[in-house]
């Protein structure tokens, strides 16, 4: 099989308008190609310079930050994050319940996205915390896993009080400079934003162009992070060096491996069913699951006009990123079953088919 062939096949048959594609292999990178418009009306093509938005896969970003903050303040995993900043006194008067970083990073806090919403300022994507005492002592967490996009809204918030520093420029100082990711923004930076694909959502009628300025759910530490093939390459490095890179040890090899670990099960599918996924979870900002057998690590992203991939095989030291603009794509589905196919050297499968077929069920690390 020529991967490029069928990139192009599958890109031809899903009307993808542009994308970007990186590959590792044996811990080296060996593929990072470009294919089609980042600009279909002006016919400008997808460079190494294009940005697109990774949307969730913000969220592994998210976590480690908030880890390295909170270990730096002797704190950890299993901390009481009200402690950090709850006066004794504020403490006395509530019955906070206890919430830590695990709870927050894997999804298990028992919050859903409603009851953090009530916590914001209004008009603002702050978290007011005088309202968000009143929610914690009058609705305490269960420990259920439940996607929250709010959540990791908090978990900014509470990166900005630890740090005292607005969130991306502490990931831009702690991470991204270390890890030589120079391309990736955020939408603050529209100077890098110049270099940004234009979205397009599809319909029965056809295309919506999105412009990155249009694009409204841009929560920072949830979905916020544009970025480029090369730079996620890059940070999949560092996941797969267990937090080293370039002879500097940027994140912790400890967080590293609790990281990709499950922290939270996600579906118990039947066995008499066919084509079901059994091994489902959630770790620190990473969906987990097993590809063929072998255990795989990866977070999808989509936002209007635009959709992407990133996954790893941490025994493999290889992995792979897909960035389209084109939104609630299926075809990132279909390139994420073949690069996986691909990567571990099996009978590729016809994924355009299955993902056909299972189009509206929950899938693991292409859901989010």
């Given at each position: 099989?020529?991967?490029?062939?069928?990139?192009?096949?599958?890109?031809?048959?899903?009307?993808?308008?542009?994308?970007?594609?990186?590959?590792?292999?044996?811990?080296?990178?060996?593929?990072?190609?470009?294919?089609?418009?980042?600009?279909?009306?002006?016919?400008?093509?997808?460079?190494?310079?294009?940005?697109?938005?990774?949307?969730?896969?913000?969220?592994?970003?998210?976590?480690?930050?908030?880890?390295?903050?909170?270990?730096?303040?002797?704190a950890d995993a299993q901390t009481n994050l009200w402690d950090l900043f709850f006066t004794a006194q504020e403490k006395s008067e509530f019955k906070y319940p206890s919430v830590n970083f695990?709870?927050?990073?894997?999804?298990?806090?028992?919050?859903?996205?409603?009851?953090?919403?009530?916590c914001k300022e209004a008009g603002s994507e702050m978290i007011d915390f005088e309202?968000?005492?009143?929610?914690?002592?009058?609705?305490?967490?269960?420990?259920?896993?439940?996607?929250?996009?709010?959540?990791?809204?908090?978990?900014?918030?509470?990166?900005?009080?630890?740090?005292?520093?607005?969130?991306?420029?502490?990931?831009?100082?702690?991470?991204?400079?270390?890890?030589?990711?120079?391309?990736?923004?955020?939408?603050?930076?529209?100077?890098?934003?110049?270099?940004?694909?234009?979205?397009?959502?599809?319909?029965?009628?056809?295309?919506t162009r999105i412009t990155p300025e249009l694009e409204k759910n841009n929560t920072p530490t949830a979905s916020g992070i544009w970025s480029s093939a090369a730079d996620l390459l890059q940070w999949l490095?560092?996941?797969?060096?267990?937090?080293?890179?370039?002879?500097?040890?940027?994140?912790?090899?400890?967080?590293?491996?609790?990281?990709?670990?499950?922290k939270a099960i996600i579906a118990n599918e039947d066995p008499f069913k066919e084509e079901k996924d059994f091994f489902v979870g959630y770790g620190y900002g990473w969906f987990v699951d097993t590809h063929q057998g072998v255990y795989r690590v990866g977070h999808s992203g989509s936002i209007e006009g635009y959709s992407c991939m990133?996954?790893?095989?941490?025994?493999?030291?290889?992995?792979?990123?897909?960035?389209?603009?084109?939104?609630?794509?299926?075809?990132?589905k279909v390139f994420t079953g073949l690069l996986s196919d691909w990567l571990l050297e099996c009978p590729s499968q016809d994924w355009n088919t299955i993902y056909k077929k299972r189009k509206n069920e929950f899938l693991p690390l292409t859901n989010n």
């Amino acid at each position: 099989m020529n991967l490029e062939d069928e990139i192009l096949r599958i890109k031809k048959e899903w009307d993808v308008q542009g994308m970007s594609v990186g590959l590792i292999k044996n811990g080296e990178v060996i593929f990072c190609k470009n294919f089609g418009y980042a600009n279909k009306e002006s016919e400008i093509l997808v460079d190494n310079t294009t940005l697109f938005p990774i949307a969730s896969c913000t969220k592994s970003f998210t976590a480690a930050l908030l880890y390295q903050t909170l270990i730096g303040n002797k704190a950890d995993a299993q901390t009481n994050l009200w402690d950090l900043f709850f006066t004794a006194q504020e403490k006395s008067e509530f019955k906070y319940p206890s919430v830590n970083f695990e709870a927050l990073a894997s999804h298990t806090s028992g919050w859903n996205d409603g009851d953090i919403k009530q916590c914001k300022e209004a008009g603002s994507e702050m978290i007011d915390f005088e309202k968000m005492k009143l929610i914690l002592s009058e609705s305490p967490l269960k420990g259920k896993w439940k996607y929250s996009n709010e959540a990791y809204l908090l978990m900014g918030e509470i990166i900005a009080k630890v740090s005292n520093m607005a969130p991306w420029n502490h990931l831009k100082n702690q991470i991204l400079l270390n890890a030589n990711m120079t391309q990736t923004c955020s939408l603050n930076e529209p100077e890098q934003l110049k270099c940004a694909a234009i979205g397009y959502q599809t319909s029965n009628v056809g295309f919506t162009r999105i412009t990155p300025e249009l694009e409204k759910n841009n929560t920072p530490t949830a979905s916020g992070i544009w970025s480029s093939a090369a730079d996620l390459l890059q940070w999949l490095q560092l996941w797969l060096n267990q937090g080293e890179l370039n002879g500097q040890q940027i994140l912790s090899q400890t967080y590293i491996q609790e990281a990709i670990k499950m922290k939270a099960i996600i579906a118990n599918e039947d066995p008499f069913k066919e084509e079901k996924d059994f091994f489902v979870g959630y770790g620190y900002g990473w969906f987990v699951d097993t590809h063929q057998g072998v255990y795989r690590v990866g977070h999808s992203g989509s936002i209007e006009g635009y959709s992407c991939m990133t996954g790893f095989f941490p025994g493999e030291k290889s992995g792979f990123v897909v960035l389209t603009n084109q939104g609630n794509s299926e075809a990132v589905k279909v390139f994420t079953g073949l690069l996986s196919d691909w990567l571990l050297e099996c009978p590729s499968q016809d994924w355009n088919t299955i993902y056909k077929k299972r189009k509206n069920e929950f899938l693991p690390l292409t859901n989010n």
